[in-house]
């Protein structure tokens, strides 16, 4: 059903399905998906002794596709599941799947908002109302360059983990310092963006022009208030060059989904095109969906702290004459549902339910 | 309906070591700013004294893994177990205590005097086997990792390894089982770590949490 959903919203914004092969050429994935990637795929020996590996992501295969088979499509999607090692560590299963779009064209920030705004409405048609948040390796290559910074890796990690301390070890600049400390510490919209032209780094203004043609196509599709631009997301796929996002819902841990522009991935095979696309894991969509329903199913549950039992017995009235069901209870500490207590303690009611 | 002032809450839970050294500070620096769990201390979940506050004691190891698949949003843990497990987290803070080393250490008696003195196919003992691979990996030696789950000083000694990577604050122990230290591989020390998308989706409870905790890891001497 949620593959369905996912058909039919690809269909509808004119994407067409394609197939990628179980497996691949090693040497090709690596080209496009890079280190350390790589290393958490299977692999095994073709006859004549070539590396040969089971898909585990779709992206770089259909960046082939698009190279080998002159395909006259520019607007892709996939439906498909991956196998990747798991570690005794990993709560994730060996295969999972996945379904993405990937859109190719000329490279504006009209085809990033585009892919953006179709998974929030794919995610949103299933039920799921998703958060996104934006970071661009353009940025931040500019910024390494700007400062000179040589352990692009080690920058990446330490941004991206938002440790302050690690990014101290690598860099010494003090203006360099304050630029990065900005990054990690902060989460906006396009101000972000536009403080650091603000503060000195005139390459960046490109990237400024570009983040307001993004939000132009967000805001048209009504997005905007789930987007927020956080420099810190720096995902980990080497083919990654413009922005980069990732898909994430309450409840959940970990990402979704993710995805950003790869036009250097096409270089790789020879196509000077712009790429961008999204992937999203359909496991962990089930997994949202069973906790959102099961959020919405049970009853309601009532607190009450001392003196507000009249309080909570007439909200209870209230709520069932509308059919909503309802359980009331003295509060012992519990913070799974509402709290009848003082005056300053809390939000109105509408804003909970 | 506007009658009625009320919460719908956003529970934290903050993970902490059950055991181990970090665990007497942490409990310290928690009391200073007045938090203190309302069980029992063999109750892993426990509520707090702080209101939408839970904290989770597990194993020092464990924090990590706890905090990447959410299940906890943040926690308290050494550098060193975050670094082995390699998941992507946020580390909002250096917490400054529980400092000490991560060092290669020798016998005594042997002739390496520099990593780059270990012969390929060199035995090493750890309870960081991932930190480990990756740093001989990096000086270009083939390592055999043997994993022991502690008490790894005693290891070359006994000709279980030729040398072992283990932490070490003061080189005491070290000593005392006649090992030396050749390199120094990483600090560790205490840090404050948070899931990616509490962070985000609790953003102001996180900060909160964050916030009181540096102010008192710098106000209390431990």
Request: charged share 30%; proline share 2%.
């Amino acid at each position: 059903m949620i593959e369905e959903k996912f058909r039919e919203i690809f269909e509808l914004w004119g994407y067409r399905e394609v197939r990628t092969s179980t497996v691949e050429y090693f040497d090709i994935i690596k080209l496009g998906a890079g280190e350390p990637f790589v290393d958490s795929i299977f692999k095994f020996q073709d006859y004549d002794g070539k590396l040969i590996s089971i898909r585990g992501e779709i992206t770089t295969q259909i960046a082939r596709m698009m190279a080998t088979r002159l395909y006259n499509e520019n607007r892709v999607y996939y439906i498909e599941n991956c196998i990747r090692f798991v570690s005794p560590r990993d709560v994730g299963q060996r295969e999972f799947w996945q379904a993405g779009a990937e859109l190719f064209g000329r490279g504006g920030a009209e085809e990033d908002g585009e892919i953006i705004c179709l998974a929030l409405e794919c995610l949103e048609k299933l039920g799921l109302k998703a958060n996104v948040d934006i970071g661009s390796i353009s940025i931040f290559r500019k910024i390494a360059n700007y400062f000179k910074i040589e352990e692009l890796d080690a920058l990446r990690r330490a941004i991206s983990s938002k440790s302050l301390f690690a990014i101290r070890e690598i860099v010494r600049n003090e203006s360099a310092m304050e630029v990065l400390k900005y990054i990690i510490e902060n989460r906006g919209s396009i101000e972000i963006v536009k403080k650091l032209v603000d503060m000195g780094i005139a390459e960046i203004m490109e990237d400024l022009k570009y983040f307001e043609g993004l939000f132009e196509v967000i805001r048209a599709y009504g997005y905007e208030d789930r987007i927020v631009v956080d420099l810190s997301t720096l995902r980990e796929m080497k083919y990654y060059n413009g922005i980069v996002f990732e898909i994430f819902l309450e409840g959940i841990g970990i990402p979704i989904g993710g995805g950003g522009r790869y036009d250097e991935m096409m270089k790789e095979f020879g196509l000077s095109l712009g790429a961008t696309g999204f992937a999203v894991n359909i496991d962990l969509i089930m997994k949202a969906i069973k906790y959102s329903t099961m959020k919405k199913e049970g009853p309601v549950r009532i607190y009450y702290k001392e003196g507000f039992l009249e309080k909570a017995v007439r909200m209870a009235k209230e709520l069932r004459s509308k059919g909503i069901k309802c359980i009331i209870a003295p509060h012992r500490g519990e913070n799974n549902g509402i709290i009848l207590g003082e005056r300053d303690e809390g939000t109105n009611i509408s804003n909970t339910k | 309906m506007e009658l009625f002032w009320v919460k719908e809450m956003k529970g934290l839970i903050l993970a902490i070591p059950n055991k181990g050294r970090l665990r007497k500070p942490i409990m310290e620096i928690l009391e200073s700013i007045g938090i203190m769990a309302m069980d029992d201390e063999r109750v892993y979940l426990s509520n707090t004294t702080m209101e939408n506050l839970q904290l989770l004691s597990v194993r020092a190891v464990d924090i990590p893994t706890y905090i990447y698949y959410g299940i906890a949003d943040m926690g308290i843990t050494g550098k060193d177990i975050i670094e082995e497990c390699g998941f992507e987290l946020y580390e909002l803070a250096d917490m400054k205590f529980g400092s000490c080393n991560l060092v290669l250490a020798v016998r005594e008696d042997s002739p390496y005097s520099i990593p780059m003195d270990l012969p390929q196919g060199v035995k090493v003992a750890t309870e960081f086997p991932n930190i480990t691979r990756r740093f001989f990996n990096s000086l270009g030696i083939q390592a055999e990792i043997i994993i022991l789950r502690g008490a790894v000083e005693i290891a070359p000694i006994l000709g279980l390894s030729d040398c072992i990577v283990d932490l070490s604050s003061t080189g005491e122990t070290l000593r005392k089982n006649g090992l030396r230290s050749i390199a120094t591989i990483m600090k560790s020390s205490a840090r404050l770590i948070c899931n990616k998308i509490s962070y985000k989706t609790k953003y102001n409870e996180v900060k909160r949490i964050e916030e009181l905790l540096v102010r008192a890891c710098e106000n209390i001497n431990l």
